[in-house]
């Protein structure tokens, strides 16, 4: 089944009249590439290599700040309307930018990009000229840090930005929305004509229905996309775009499986439709956005505006809310010294147990919790990721013993700012025994401390296919 994808704002157009045909500025001799940081090797020029591939080709700022540059400067002054930002994952990159210029030595924004879900984004503006041009990186996720394998720029010969309507969110289709593909001329004045042709396929690629059509563009133009008459995945094909479009059909969720439905879904991304169209009502808030580092800065600053703005998603669409508690601060953090960080947000300090605990209750369980009882209707609290892993829980020794401890810490404290709700440890890999990842018998130990007494339910990341000899292992170690 094809995956549903988040299409960004601005969609390459491969238009007959200059596909193919123009010139990366990027990559011409003498423009010289610039940033405001760079991490260890990852310097500003790798990002105009023409590398996509290899991790070692990327530009990484760090993680000090929320904003951050790249800037290409040419040799000479060039004309351009089209850049392109090939990121790392489509779970690390920008989804707010602005494309600027130079002029008269000062910067001026061409186009702003906002909402962005893809690892390949590419935005068009109108043909400008200039010997400078620079990305202002405005917001990442997970974290601060860009991390870019490529930085395009090029001159369209028709500079026409083609997007998918806001019906067609998420890549889903849903009943009573009209999706539509959106034809905007970024140079008015010229009134162009562009065929289009539009291709419905099945998940087998069997072409199901077509549009073809002359548009006339002046402004914008928008032409329907046919819809499948049955729930299912399809995929568009369009000639004005490089890749076919993913798109699933959704039927509404009877409210039924509000609670009956066994399906979550982590956090990264968000869309009405999963919930009220999929039944997926469950979500975990996973690692990546509950970190304790991320809300209280290492000078002692608290900011909860990032996770309100999470919970007011959850409020709104009533979904059953699971959060996931983990890292310190710098100053709370049992984090080894000399640990190469690049700031308070940097991903280290989500590995390391808090070096105290009432600090870790106080100013942040206790908190937390408030937030998503006043915004999910059902929660559950999730402590720590992974423990099992002396990766992930990197305790002064790594010790059942001092899981154990932080555990109860946290169960006891769950649960009195929220008696309703089931308050568990992560997975522990109950069933492993001489694991490699940490002390050997590290699950089996935690039961041996009394651990069950403290978790409402057993966690499990299977990683793979559970098996007889594997669930009989686990059964044994209970």
């Known amino acids: 089944m094809n995956r549903p994808f988040f299409l960004t704002a601005f969609l390459a157009a491969a238009l007959s009249s200059g596909a193919g045909t123009s010139t990366n500025l990027i990559r011409e001799p003498g423009t010289r590439l610039t940033a405001d940081s760079f991490f260890t090797v990852h310097v500003p020029s790798k990002a105009g290599d023409g590398n996509f591939n290899d991790k070692t080709s990327r530009w990484v700022s760090t993680a000090d700040g929320r904003e951050h540059w790249l800037a290409a400067e040419f040799s000479a002054p060039r004309e351009v309307n089209r850049i392109a930002l090939h990121f790392w994952t489509d779970g690390h990159l920008a989804t707010d930018f602005d494309v600027q210029a130079k002029f008269n030595n000062e910067w001026k924004t061409v186009r702003e990009v906002r909402g962005n879900r893809e690892r390949v984004v590419r935005a068009v503006f109108p043909t400008i000229r200039t010997e400078t041009l620079r990305i202002l990186f405005r917001r990442q996720i997970p974290d601060n840090m860009v991390r870019l394998y490529e930085f395009t720029a090029d001159r369209m010969e028709q500079p026409v930005a083609v997007t998918l309507s806001a019906a067609f969110h998420g890549g889903l289709l849903l009943p009573g929305r009209r999706p539509e593909l959106l034809l905007d001329h970024c140079e008015p004045e010229k009134t162009i004509q562009l065929p289009v042709s539009i291709r419905l396929l099945d998940e087998h690629g069997k072409v199901l229905k077509t549009r073809r059509q002359a548009c006339v563009v002046r402004q914008r133009a928008a032409v329907p996309l046919p819809l499948p008459d049955e729930y299912g995945s399809y995929s568009y094909e369009i000639n004005l775009l490089d890749t076919p479009v993913p798109a699933v059909y959704f039927a509404p969720a009877p409210s039924v499986y509000r609670s009956s439905s066994p399906f979550g879904a982590h956090y990264h991304s968000s869309d009405p439709a999963f919930a009220h169209h999929a039944g997926i009502w469950w979500w975990r808030n996973h690692d990546v956005y509950g970190r304790w580092n991320f809300y209280l800065s290492s000078a002692g600053k608290t900011d909860w505006s990032d996770y309100e703005e999470r919970l007011e998603f959850v409020r709104r669409n009533q979904l059953r809310e ?125 039961f041996d401390l009394g651990f069950l007494r403290y978790t409402d339910l057993l966690s499990y990341h299977s990683y793979g296919i559970m098996s007889y000899p594997r669930l009989e292992q686990l059964r044994r170690n209970l």
């Not at 390391?352 to 100013?363: M, S």
């Not at 998503?372 to 020794?397: C, D, M, T």
């Not at 769950?414 to 069933?431: G, I, Q, S």
């Open 322 to 446: 699971c959060s996931v508690y983990l890292g310190a601060p710098r100053q709370y953090s049992t984090i080894l010294p000399g640990e190469p960080v690049t700031g308070d947000l940097d991903w280290l300090y989500s590995y390391y147990p808090p070096a105290d605990l009432d600090a870790w209750r106080r100013l942040y369980l206790t908190p937390m919790a408030e937030k998503i009882k006043q915004a999910s209707p059902f929660r559950a609290h999730e402590v720590w990721n992974e423990a099992w892993s002396y990766y992930r829980l990197r305790g002064p020794h790594g010790t059942a013993g001092e899981a154990a401890a932080l555990f109860r810490s946290s169960y006891e404290t769950l649960k009195r700012v929220d008696p309703e709700a089931l308050v568990y440890a992560t997975d522990v890999k109950p069933e492993a025994t001489e694991n490699p990842y940490a002390y050997r018998n590290f699950g089996r130990d935690l």
